[in-house]
Nanobody
Framework: VQVVESGGGLVQAGGSLRLSCAAS????????MGWYRQAPGKQRELVAT??????NYADSVKDRFTISRDNAKNTVYLQMNSLKPEDTAVYYC??????????????WGQGTQVTVSS
């Protein structure tokens, strides 16, 4: 299974970006997909997750970010509006996939840089 992100870049404060993430390979189902981020010198933190029935957001991004999912394409999106300099980080996509060998297994993308200038 491969997880590949795209859509990062440089944007001014108040602007918008849309991140995409596609999971590919032998996949029968995906339990959940999500976005995490890691700023320099900080731990990786949850941004948003989505299952077949629920979404979950970090308090810091509620009402600004929207996560959505295309199950047919095994793809998850993160629409980021009203961006702030503190949103600057490497954003990582996660896909939690059931496997026969390990149960639920977390697959990660390589990360995409989001930089918000003030």
């Amino acid at each position: 299974v491969q997880v590949v992100e795209s859509g990062g870049g440089l944007v001014q404060a108040g602007g918008s970006l849309r991140l995409s993430c596609a999971a590919s390979g032998t996949i029968f189902s995906i339990n959940a997909m999500g976005w995490y981020r890691q700023a320099p010198g900080k731990q990786r933190e949850l941004v948003a997750t989505i299952t077949s029935s629920t979404t979950n957001y970090a308090d810091s991004v509620k009402d600004r970010f929207t996560i959505s999912r295309d199950n047919a394409k095994n793809t998850v999106y993160l629409q980021m509006n009203s961006l702030k300099p503190e949103d600057t980080a490497v954003y990582y996509c996660n896909a939690r996939i059931p496997t026969a060998r390990w149960g639920l297994y977390d697959y990660w993308g390589q990360g995409t840089q989001v930089t918000v200038s003030s």
